[in-house]
């Protein structure tokens, strides 16, 4: 067992750090997705300066609350904020199969499509 009794402390910045990147990446996953289905060509640029102006700005306060005295617990955030990361872009990969092209008739045989 670990001696340290601040062991917890750490785990706690480790997943207060997750709970961050998370907050961040899923943000970002939905202002592009809000984005692209804007009407106007304006709207996506302000749709995405003011998500990073509120991602940013709750990411670094919770940084600064976590870590501010603490080296270690500031470094297991940031290590909590990058496994998010991670942990994001693999839900939110697009299915590859609905990128494929469909099936046409004209493939199944072997023939190309020009031909």
Do not use: E
């Not at 009794?5 to 910045?13: E, R, Y």
């Not at 709207?43 to 501010?68: D, E, K």
């Not at 990058?82 to 693999?90: E, N, P």
């Not at 199969?97 to 099936?103: I, R, W």
Request: charged residues 10%; glycine residues 8%; positive net charge.
């Amino acid at each position: 067992m670990i001696d340290n009794p601040n062991w917890l402390a750490g785990i706690a910045a480790l997943l207060a750090g997750g709970a961050l990147g998370t907050v961040f990446f899923a943000g970002l996953w939905w202002t592009v997705r809000r984005a692209a289905d804007s009407a106007t060509p304006a709207t996506p640029a302000r749709w995405f300066i003011a998500s990073l102006i509120v991602r940013t700005a709750i990411v670094l306060a919770g940084f600064y609350m976590v870590g501010a005295t603490q080296p270690l617990r500031l470094g297991l955030c940031l290590l909590g904020f990058v496994l998010a990361r991670v942990l994001v872009l693999r839900i939110t990969r697009p299915n590859p199969a609905a990128l494929a092209p469909s099936a046409s008739p004209l493939h199944s045989r072997g023939k190309p499509p020009c031909a």
